[in-house]
């Protein structure tokens, strides 16, 4: 199957810090990728559709000015937490589908956030 | 979005067939059903989709009612490394594409 790979697995950042996670799509272009966030114990929380050359959209509740997403090519999504708080931390997905109706989306490995 | 419904926890011996049920009760006409597995710690995986009657694939079948309000994933004989979260989807077309939006998920627990 088609591979969406992010980066970096896991980070620790200082409270105050911004954090970038970068989720490319290896061999397929994905004009599509969603970002979640999933706390310990809970289902995958939809954060925003990242579509390529224009704006992100954002799911109702989460600050687009604290979770900045940039998708600036077909193979690469990349999503911001700015000014990080112990709050934050969390494991991100984000994942890509090829193709548009109804077909399978293509998850990424996750990358764990822990903010100190 | 249709709202799934899963059963929180499941526990099987090794060996056993396996069988976790979906209700989605407003499903809409286009609308698939897309059942994902989620290992600690990593993204999930695509298992199966199917639209109606029966899907097959080399680790999982999907049956889907006629009335298409629920369905029933199906794991054949299932071992250890099956244990997991099971994500049962139902998803819409918005704009030339689906977003995938997950429930709460079926915690799979095979025993030894």
């Known amino acids: 199957g088609a591979v969406v790979s992010q980066h970096p697995s896991w980070v620790i950042c200082k409270s105050g810090t911004s954090v970038k996670i970068e989720c490319r799509s290896l061999?397929?272009?994905?004009?599509?990728m969603f970002w979640y966030r999933q706390f310990p114990k809970q289902s995958l929380m939809l954060m925003a559709t990242?579509?390529?050359?224009?704006?992100?959209?954002?799911e109702q509740g989460v600050e687009k000015d604290k979770f900045l997403i940039n998708h600036a090519s077909l193979t690469l999504s990349t999503l911001t937490v700015t000014s990080a708080h112990p709050e934050d931390s969390s494991f991100y997905i984000c994942?890509?589908?090829?193709?548009?109706?109804?077909?399978?989306?293509?998850f990424g490995q996750g990358t764990r956030l822990t903010v100190v | 979005l249709a709202k799934t419904t899963q059963p929180i926890s499941m526990d099987s011996y090794e060996g056993q067939e396996v069988n976790i049920t979906c209700s989605h009760n407003?499903?809409?006409?286009?609308?698939?059903i897309t059942w994902y597995q989620q290992f600690p710690s990593q993204g999930p995986r695509f298992i199966i989709q199917g639209y109606k009657t029966k899907v097959t694939n080399e680790v999982a079948s999907l049956f889907i009612p006629a009335d298409r309000k629920s369905s029933t994933l199906s794991l054949p004989r299932v071992s250890l490394s099956d244990t997991a979260v099971y994500y049962c989807l139902v998803g819409r077309d918005s704009g030339g594409y689906q977003k995938v939006t997950f429930g709460t998920g079926t915690k799979l627990q095979v025993i030894p």
């Open positions: 061999d397929f272009q994905a004009t599509t």
């Open positions: 407003n499903i809409a006409t286009n609308d698939y």
């Open positions: 990242s579509n390529e050359g224009s704006k992100a959209t954002y």
């Open positions: 994942s890509a589908r090829v193709g548009q109706l109804n077909t399978e989306a293509f």
